[in-house]
């Protein structure tokens, strides 16, 4: 199949041309084989305005952090903490899990509670937000991916937010259904009024409270308020860019999410990101329930108080059954993968005596890849995001060939 597939394990470009004095080519090493994609950058560049406020921002930032650790009151450090965790959950368990994924459905106070707790964030209004995460999810790892992994682990994670969007973003994002988030009135009414709410609930009012209820002065007040915000957008952005690159593969290995239990320790339980990937309907974003998922306790304790119902998850033979198909293979004792192997092919010894599971992953994620059908595409997007029409979907399947063409 596909011999027009080409693999690179030389300082040659996709395309054969040597990677000499270009930036079109980025290099990544993955499993001790190097890899090459294909970056084009026939668009305009660096947006200086972004640039200049994420500076600006840092710069506020290191004196916040100095205050965080030396000077700052207990009582107040409390409060920003909790603040923080109030608006870690309006991206968690709001824009993420309720809003992207429908994951489970929320009552109209909680759904409200979430749209402010999504203010505090600062992350962009719920409808872009998730509008770009359908995206991300729709067409990971490919041009049209707003923080495509693939440019690098600095575009996924900040990058993307200093320069113009791939032009692929824009025609792609077109295509998708956003219908379910404007028929919602409580996403309509936090777009409408997004900045005063943002501004008001992200910075006026935790600066107020610090500076008046807890007695820090208006400037460390202010700089207290720039370090909480800069730590939750790198706790969110370490989603995309650590946990598309550094961790295991456990669930499907055609895609490059990761799982990252350190990510999901900033992250309120997001970084299991190979599952989520794998299953981006289950509600908890993870197999393991309420392990360093502090999301998914607060969604269980919201459907327990019934604000929050129709929990959607996977089951655990599902999973199972997923994991030995396409997940990677971690020692010789995992039977089911075996079984798939034996099934798949007629020389099982071939790929089970190996020297180290990452060697073994590779060797199957490339197998794979090769054999690229529907049901990978599956896994790639979810079945939350079932194509929209069929010439969108042959769009899909061009682009993921593509894809793995210079995976390959
Ligand atoms: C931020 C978001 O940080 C972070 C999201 C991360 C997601 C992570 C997910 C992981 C899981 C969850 C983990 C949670 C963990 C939480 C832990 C917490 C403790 N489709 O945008 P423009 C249209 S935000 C369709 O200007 P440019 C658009 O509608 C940080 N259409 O593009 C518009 O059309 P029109 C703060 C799209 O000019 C036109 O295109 N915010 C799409 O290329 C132009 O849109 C910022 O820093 C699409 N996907 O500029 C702001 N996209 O005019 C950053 C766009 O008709 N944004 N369109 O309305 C910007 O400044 C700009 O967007 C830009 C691109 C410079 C980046
Ligand atoms: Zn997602
Ligand atoms: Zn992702």
């Given at each position: 199949?596909?011999?027009?597939?080409?693999?690179?394990?030389?300082?040659?470009?996709?395309?054969?041309?040597?990677?000499?004095?270009?930036?079109?080519?980025?290099?990544?090493?993955?499993?001790?084989?190097?890899?090459?994609?294909?970056?084009?950058?026939?668009?305009?560049?660096?947006?200086?305005?972004?640039?200049?406020?994420?500076?600006?921002?840092?710069?506020l930032y290191l004196y916040g952090f100095y205050l965080s650790l030396f000077s700052e009151t207990w009582s107040c450090w409390l409060f920003v903490y909790?603040?923080?965790?109030?608006?870690?959950?309006?991206?968690?368990?709001?824009?993420?899990?309720?809003?992207?994924?429908?994951?489970?459905?929320?009552?109209?106070?909680?759904?409200?509670?979430?749209?402010?707790?999504?203010?505090?964030?600062?992350?962009?209004?719920?409808?872009?937000?998730?509008?770009?995460?359908?995206?991300?999810?729709?067409?990971?790892?490919?041009?049209?991916?707003?923080?495509?992994?693939?440019?690098?682990?600095?575009?996924?994670?900040?990058?993307?937010?200093?320069?113009?969007?791939?032009?692929?973003?824009?025609?792609?994002?077109?295509?998708?259904?956003?219908?379910?988030?404007?028929?919602?009135?409580?996403?309509?009414?936090?777009?409408?009024?997004?900045?005063?709410?943002?501004?008001?609930?992200?910075?006026?009012?935790?600066v107020?409270?610090c500076h008046?209820?807890f007695g820090e002065s208006l400037w460390d007040s202010l700089c207290i308020g720039v370090w909480r915000?800069?730590t939750?957008?790198?706790?969110?952005?370490?989603?995309?860019?650590?946990?598309?690159?550094?961790?295991?593969?456990?669930?499907?290995?055609?895609?490059?999410?990761?799982?990252?239990?350190?990510?999901?320790?900033?992250?309120?339980?997001?970084?299991?990101?190979?599952?989520?990937?794998?299953?981006?309907?289950?509600?908890?974003?993870?197999?393991?329930?309420?392990?360093?998922?502090?999301?998914?306790?607060?969604?269980?304790?919201?459907?327990?108080?019934?604000?929050?119902?129709?929990?959607?998850?996977?089951?655990?033979?599902?999973?199972?059954?997923?994991?030995?198909?396409?997940?990677?293979?971690?020692?010789?004792?995992?039977?089911?993968?075996?079984?798939?192997?034996?099934?798949?092919?007629?020389?099982?010894?071939?790929?089970?005596?190996?020297?180290?599971?990452?060697?073994?992953?590779?060797?199957?994620?490339?197998?794979?890849?090769?054999?690229?059908?529907?049901?990978?595409?599956?896994?790639?997007?979810?079945?939350?995001?079932?194509?929209?029409?069929?010439?969108?979907?042959?769009?899909?399947?061009?682009?993921?060939?593509?894809?793995?063409?210079?995976?390959?």
């Amino acid at each position: 199949m596909g011999t027009d597939i080409v693999t690179n394990h030389s300082d040659m470009a996709p395309d054969r041309t040597p990677l000499v004095n270009t930036n079109r080519y980025l290099k990544r090493k993955v499993n001790e084989q190097v890899n090459y994609y294909y970056v084009k950058y026939d668009y305009p560049g660096l947006v200086w305005r972004n640039a200049v406020i994420f500076a600006v921002l840092h710069a506020l930032y290191l004196y916040g952090f100095y205050l965080s650790l030396f000077s700052e009151t207990w009582s107040c450090w409390l409060f920003v903490y909790t603040y923080a965790v109030f608006g870690g959950l309006g991206i968690t368990a709001g824009a993420h899990r309720l809003w992207s994924h429908k994951s489970y459905k929320a009552r109209l106070p909680l759904r409200v509670f979430l749209m402010l707790c999504n203010c505090i964030a600062g992350q962009n209004d719920l409808i872009e937000w998730c509008r770009d995460h359908r995206l991300h999810h729709k067409a990971s790892e490919t041009d049209a991916d707003p923080h495509n992994s693939n440019r690098g682990w600095f575009f996924a994670h900040i990058g993307w937010l200093l320069q113009r969007k791939h032009p692929k973003v824009l025609e792609m994002g077109k295509k998708l259904d956003l219908s379910d988030l404007y028929a919602d009135p409580v996403l309509r009414f936090q777009k409408s009024l997004y900045w005063p709410l943002a501004l008001w609930f992200g910075l006026i009012l935790p600066v107020s409270v610090c500076h008046l209820y807890f007695g820090e002065s208006l400037w460390d007040s202010l700089c207290i308020g720039v370090w909480r915000y800069v730590t939750s957008l790198h706790c969110t952005w370490f989603v995309n860019s650590a946990a598309h690159i550094w961790g295991t593969q456990d669930y499907d290995t055609n895609i490059e999410p990761r799982e990252s239990g350190l990510v999901s320790l900033g992250a309120l339980g997001e970084g299991f990101h190979n599952y989520h990937h794998t299953f981006p309907y289950d509600y908890s974003t993870s197999e393991h329930g309420g392990y360093i998922n502090f999301t998914t306790m607060f969604i269980d304790f919201m459907k327990f108080v019934g604000l929050a119902h129709s929990l959607r998850s996977v089951n655990q033979e599902m999973i199972e059954r997923r994991r030995a198909r396409t997940g990677m293979v971690v020692d010789k004792g995992n039977l089911a993968a075996d079984r798939y192997v034996n099934e798949k092919e007629d020389k099982p010894d071939e790929v089970f005596t190996r020297p180290s599971s990452s060697v073994c992953n590779r060797r199957l994620s490339r197998k794979r890849a090769l054999d690229i059908n529907d049901n990978t595409l599956d896994g790639l997007y979810g079945k939350e995001f079932q194509p929209i029409d069929l010439e969108n979907d042959q769009q899909r399947l061009t682009e993921t060939k593509e894809v793995v063409k210079y995976l390959l």
